[in-house]
Nanobody, 115 residues
Framework: QVQLVESGGGLVQAGGSLRLSCAASGRTFRNYAMAWFRQAPGKERAIVARINWSGDTTYADSVKGRFTISRDGAKNTVYLQMNSLKPGDTAVYYC?????????WGQGTQVTVSS
């Protein structure tokens, strides 16, 4: 059974940093594009950052220059380093393949940025 488990969220002040992890089990994802998504209260889930199998990355305009996505194929894990956090980054963060598969959504990890 495939599982994606997100961790590393928390409460942080504006300007702070967090590092999210997404540990995959049940299969290897090294040949898949992986992405981080987030869903803020009252809003739809949206992609934040994407990394393909060769390491090329893309970011939503709102996080460009502040967030960095990376992956460790040996650990089957994807990371999201988030710096200079803003209250607008408050959301539940999820990882998935891209394009996402419904069966792979996990519980997510809550990120709350206080002003």
């Amino acid at each position: 059974q495939v599982q994606l488990v997100e961790s590393g969220g928390g409460l942080v002040q504006a300007g702070g940093s967090l590092r999210l992890s997404c540990a995959a089990s049940g299969r290897t994802f090294r040949n898949y594009a992986m992405a981080w998504f987030r869903q803020a209260p009252g809003k739809e889930r949206a992609i934040v950052a994407r990394i393909n199998w060769s390491g090329d990355t893309t970011y939503a305009d709102s996080v460009k220059g502040r967030f960095t996505i990376s992956r460790d194929g040996a650990k089957n894990t994807v990371y999201l380093q988030m710096n200079s956090l803003k209250p607008g980054d408050t959301a539940v963060y999820y990882c998935n393949v891209d394009p996402p598969m419904n069966d792979y959504w996990g519980q997510g990890t809550q990120v709350t940025v206080s002003s």
